[in-house]
C-alpha cells in the first residue's frame, strides 16, 4: 500500500511521467501553520544542480489542493499536487522489452503486468521523493512546535568523505549555498568533482547521507516492533537507492568492544546525558534524549550512458543497452532533503503515537 | 504496539524474568505442518554455547496453547508459550537508580515509569527473541511449501570476518556444529578465540550476521513504504543491539560506480537472472529472483563486568556501577537464528500479501 | 484517519466548501478497466432529484489525476478530484457561534478548534460521499471481474416501506427512472409524497435503504473482529446520518424463535443453498453464498427550515436559530448510491484480503 | 486477523474445545490496577444461569500470564488464559458432515478446510467472549480512570421488551441479581418465563441488548471511517448472534421528523447539553458529551433440540438432524457482559487515538 503513518500519514499517489505526483498527508493538528515559502525552499534543496544534475527541467510547483484555511490546517486531510511538466515518455519505451540494470523496469513489469507505468520509472521513480519533501516542510513545523530540529547532509560521495562531526547550524548554513549539499564547502567541492569525473565518463558515483536531530524528548519509540530504528529505516528504505540504513556506531560496532561502545551515562545542567553517542540517541529502541544519528548508504545512479548487458525479455536474449536522455550522475545531493523529510515524517508519527504530539488541537 | 504483519501477525508478550514469554501467531494457513521437533532444533540455535555463552540455564521449552489439532495449524491463532525457569531479579533492582550503559534502563524507566519492569532486561531483553524463532520455525515451514529457504550464519566477530560467498547448504552443515554459528570451522574457531579474549578482560564483542534467501519468487514488495528492505529491516531493528542493516553491496556501494554496482542481465535456463548481485536480489523493493542477501551489525554485549561509569537517577550524581550476574560476551551467535526467523516471518507476511501464498487452504 | 481497507485503500480528502473533494485509491489491480461513462452514470444517482432534493448545483465532474494509462488502472495509486463549483460559505459563519442541531457543527468544534473547517458541514458533510461514489464504480468493476453484483435502494421513506423482496435487476431498472430510487414505482411516488409534504411543513423525513449483493463467493470474513458485518457495518456508519445497520432478519430476530430463525440448509444444482436466507448471506461472520442483505437506517435531514432551539455557545445562552439555504428534505435517495458503493469498495478488501481477488495482476 | 485496536489492542486465540482460550491485551497503560476480584465479578456475569442457561460447567478461572507486576499494569502486553475444563467434542464429530443450520460449521469447513477446528464452534463459538470479558474488566478500569462508566443489560427477551429509560446505578443494581441481566426484577422474571418456555419445546429465543455509556468526553471518534458508531458496531458484529447495531434512535428514525429527531441544544450547569437524546451521544461520528446510547440485536440461539432440515455435505443429500446437548436456549443474558467488555475496549482505544487518555505514564 502506498501509505504510511499511524497517526500522521502520508499517502503517495501519481507516477514519473503521467499527469501529475502528490500525497495526502492525514493527522496535521488543525491550526499548524503551512508556510509555502519554507516550503519552497524545501523543494528547491530538491533541484537538480547545475553541472552535478539532470538537466531535465522540472518547476515542482506544489498546489495545496485541500485541508489549508486560511494558511493554517484546518483538520482534514493536506493534498499535495505537483504537475509534471514533462511528460514525453518515449525514450522509455524500450526499457518495456530491455530493462535498465539496476532498475526497477524488470520487477515492476514482472509484478505488475504490461499495464504498469514505468514511463522515467514510473512510481520507482526518484521523482516520486518530491511529494515526500514538501510533506516534511510541514512535519518539520510540527516538529519545531516541541522543539525538535532534523537536517541531513551528504556526508561522502564517491571517494570524498567528510568525517567531521557537525553541528545542525553549521549544516544549515553550508548545504543550502553547496551544490551537492555537503556540511563542508571544501570537501563539497571535491565531491563536486567525483560527480563530474563519473559524468565525464559515462559512469555514476554513489554516496552517504548523514542526517541528524536534536531535541527529541526521552521516550520516541517502542521496545519491539516500533523502535525508533525499525519505523525510521522501513521509510528511508522507500527513497530509490537507499542499500543501508544505521544508526549511531553503525556497522562499525562490529569492530568495538564493550567497553568502548558502551556510552557513559553524566549529568549535565540536571540532564542525564551519555559522554559519547555511539547509541545514536537511541537505547532499546526508544530516544534517550541525545542527538540522534541515521547514516543512510545511496548506491550510484543505475541511469549511465555506458553501454551494458542486458536482456531483451521477449527474445529471451542477451542485449547491449545504452541510455540516452538525462539522467543525475549522482542522486546523494537530491535525495539529501528527502531523508530528512523521511526523518520529520516518521518522528511526529512516532510522537504522536507516544503522546508527545497532540492530534486535536495544537 | 507488540505486533508486526498484516496477513501473517506476531504479537509478542512477556518479559525476561515474569512468568514466561511467548507469542501469538496469526494467518498460518490451516493444514500447515507444526513440526516441534524442528522448533526444538531451531531453539538449541538459540541456546548459549559452552564457554562462548551465559551460563545462565533456560531450558526454554516450548508449548503451543492453541492453534494446533493433530499436528496441524487449525486455522485459528497459534500460542506459544516458554516459561522462565530463571526469576531471580534482585540483582537488577540496583538498575532502577543506576542504569546500566547501553541499556534500555534508562529510556524504559523515562517512558513507562516506576512500575515498569526492567528486571532481565524485561521486555528489552535478548530473551524475547525466544518466542520469535519459535515462529520463526513455523514461518520456515510455510516459506518451504512454495520452495523458499532462509539461512543466517555469524559474518563476522570482532576482528574476524568471513568475506567467502557461502552456499546455504554449506552453512545449514557448518554453524549447526559450530558454537559461534559460523559458516566455516576454521574461522569459526578464531570467533571463538575473540569471544573468549574479550570474555577474559570482563568485555564483549560484536559482529555481523549475514542471511541470505533461496528461491523467492519474482515480485515480492511493493515499490513505496511496504518495500523487501523497508519491512525486514524494521523487524530486524526489533532484535536487540541491532546498529544497522544492508542489502547486497549496502555501503560499500557507496565507493562504487554505477557501471561497476549494475548488475548485468543475463539469460540462464529460460529465466532472467543477474550476472552479478549488489542488489541483493531487491530492485525497486520488490524481489528480482536472485538471492536475497542481507547483513546485519550487532553491537558488543552491553553487559560487561568492567567497571563503568553511569548517574544515580535520584541523587543525579556520577556512580561507578560494576555488574555482575552471567552474561553473553558475544551476543552475535545468539542472535543468528532469531535474524532468520525474523526474515522468514516478514517473508511469509510480504508473500501472503502478494498473492504468493493462500492464506486459507493449504 | 481519512483512510480506509487493508489491501483495498480509499483515502478522503477534502471538505464540503473547499477547493475540492476526493480520494486515493489505492490497490486497484493494474490492467482493470476504468470506465468514466459507468462513473459518470453513479455519479449521477447521486444528485438530487427534481422537487425532492437540494437546488443547490453541484456538476460533480470527475477527474482523475493518476493511475490510469489507456483507460486501464496502471497498478499505482487512483486519484480522484471534483472541484467545488458553490463555495460560497458566509451563510454557514453563524454555525460557528450557534450550532446546528442535529448536526457535527458543535462536536467538530469541540474536537478541532476554531481552525476547523465547518463551512457546508466541512468533512462531515455528505458531499462527503461524492468520492466515494466514484470508487465505488471501480470496486464494483473489480467486482463484477468474479460475478459479483451489488446494488441498493430506497426501502422506505417516512411512512411508506417496500415490503416485498425485490431482485437485482427489477431493482436497477426500476430505481434508475425513480427521483427517490426506489425498487417500484407506484411506492416511488408515495415515497416522493412523504418528502414533498415535510418539505413544504420545513420539515424533513428520514428512511431506510436495502442493500443485496449476489453471487459472492463462500468463505469471504473473518471470524471475530474483521467480520463480514463488521467490516462493512463500519464503512456505512462513516455515510452522515445512518443510525442503525442490519443484516438479514435483523433486529426482527429478537422476536422470533429459534426454529424460525435458522435457516434451513438445501441442495439445489450441486450447490448447498438455505431454504430461507435469515442470515442474510452470513454465517460466523462469513459469506455463506446466499445473497448478502443489509438494511440501513438513515435519520431526517437535519437542516430544516423550522425554528430550532439551540444555543449561543460564546454567550451560553439559549438561541432560536433558523436555517435558510438549499437542502435536502431527504437524504436517503442520495444516500443510496453511496451505501451501495460502500459496500462495494469493503467486499473488493474482504475478497482480496481472502485470496478471492488478486492484487497485482488482472 | 484476530486483533483489534490501534492504541489499545486485542488479539484472541484458542478454540472451544481446544486446551484454552485467551487474548493478548497490549497498551495497558503501565500502573493500572489489574483487580482480578472485579474480574472475576464480571466473568460471573457471563456463566450460565440455573434454569435458563446451559448446564455445560465451565469455571473459566482466569491465569494472567503475563503483563502485570504487583497488582500493577507493567507496560508490556498482559496475557489472558482461560483453560476449557470440557473438551469431550466427540459430539461435534458428525456437524463436520451435516453442519447445524444457523452456526458457521458450514462456512468454516468451506473456508478453512478439514483442518479447522469446529468442535463447540471452534473459534466461532460464544465462548470465545470469555477472554473478551476479562479484557473488558481492564478496558472498564481505564476508563474509570477519566470518569467514563458503560453499562450493558438485556432490554428485550423474546416478546418481552423494556420500554423504561434505566438509570446506570439501577441497571447494575438489578442486574446483578438477575439471572437474564434485566434492569428490572419484574421485567426479568417474564423474561426468564419466556426462555423457559422456549426451552421446554426444543426451541430458542433471541433479544436486545442496551449499552450505555456515561460521563464520555466531547471529542471521541473521528469525522469518517473511524467514527465512534462505525468502531463500535465492528467490533460488536464480532460477537456470535450479533444482528445488528443502533445508535440512539437507531431504525425508529426512520419513521421520525427532523424537528422531531433533531435534539435542541440547552444549558445545563455551564455546559451545553441536548434535551433529548436521539443522537445517542453522536454527531458526526463524535461523541457529544451526552450517554452513548447503543442497541445490539442477538438472535436465538441456533443450537435447538428441534430437529431440523440441513445438508450431507458430502452426500450431498437432505439429512435430518437433531442436536443434542447441553445449549443455553437464549444467549442474551450471556452476551451482556461481552457487549459491555466490547464498548469499553474500543473506548479505550478512540480515547487514547484521541489523546483523551495517555499510553505512557498512568
Known amino acids: ?205 554513489g554516496g552517504i547521507i548523514k542526517c541528524v536531530c536534536e531535541n527529541l524528548p526521552i521516550g520516541v519509540g517502542e521496545p519491539f516492533f516500533d523502535t525508533l530504528e525499525g519505523e525510521i529505516s522501513k521509510m528511508i528504505f522507500s527513497i530509490p537507492g537507499v542499500k543501508g540504513v544505521e544508526f549511531g556506531s553503525g556497522f562499525a560496532a562490529a569492530l568495538m568492544k564493550g567497553s568502548v561502545h558502551n556510552d557513559p551515562f553524566d549529568v549535565h545542567e540536571d540532564e542525564i546525558v551519555t559522554l559519547t553517542n555511539n547509541a545514536g540517541g537511541i537505547l532499546g529502541g526508544i530516544s534517550n534524549g541525545m542527538p540522534l544519528e541515521i547514516r543512510v548508504c545511496i548506491k550510484p545512479t543505475p541511469s549511465i550512458t555506458k553501454a551494458q548487458q542486458s536482456v531483451h525479455m521477449t527474445k529471451m536474449k542477451i542485449a547491449e543497452l545504452k541510455i540516452s536522455g538525462r539522467h543525475d550522475p549522482c542522486i546523494v545531493p537530491r535525495a539529501v532533503p528527502a531523508v530528512e523529510a523521511a526523518v520529520a515524517i516518521i518522528l511526529v508519527d512516532l510522537c504522536m503515537r507516544g503522546g508527545f504530539i497532540g492530534r486535536n488541537r495544537w
Open 1 to 205: 500500500m502506498n501509505s504510511i503513518g499511524t497517526q500522521f500519514r502520508i499517502t503517495l499517489f501519481g507516477s514519473s511521467h503521467g499527469t501529475c505526483i502528490g500525497c495526502v498527508i492525514d493527522g496535521i493538528p488543525p491550526g499548524t501553520l503551512i508556510d509555502e515559502v519554507v516550503m519552497e525552499m524545501d523543494m528547491a534543496l530538491r533541484k537538480p544542480m547545475k553541472g552535478v544534475g539532470t538537466s531535465r527541467k522540472e518547476d515542482d510547483m506544489v498546489e495545496i489542493l485541500s485541508g489549508v484555511v486560511g494558511g493554517r490546517a484546518s483538520g482534514n486531510p493536506l493534498t499535495i499536487l505537483i504537475r509534471n511538466a514533462n511528460t514525453d515518455s518515449s525514450v522509455y519505451e524500450k526499457f518495456r522489452e530491455v530493462p535498465r540494470p539496476g532498475h526497477a523496469d524488470f520487477t515492476a513489469l514482472s509484478k505488475y503486468g504490461v499495464d504498469v507505468d514505468i514511463r522515467g520509472g514510473g512510481q520507482f521513480s526518484g521523482r516520486m521523493t518530491a511529494p515526500i519533501v514538501a510533506a516534511g516542510t510541514i512535519a518539520k513545523q510540527i516538529l519545531k512546535g516541541i522543539g525538535i530540529r532534523t537536517c541531513a547532509y551528504s556526508q561522502a560521495i564517491g571517494g570524498i568523505c567528510d568525517e567531521e562531526e557537525r553541528k545542525l547550524d553549521d549544516i544549515l548554513r553550508a548545504r543550502s549555498v553547496n551544490p551537492v549539499r555537503a556540511a563542508d564547502a571544501t570537501l563539497g567541492a571535491c565531491m563536486r568533482e567525483e560527480i563530474l569525473a563519473a559524468s565525464s565518463e559515462g559512469d555514476s558515483v
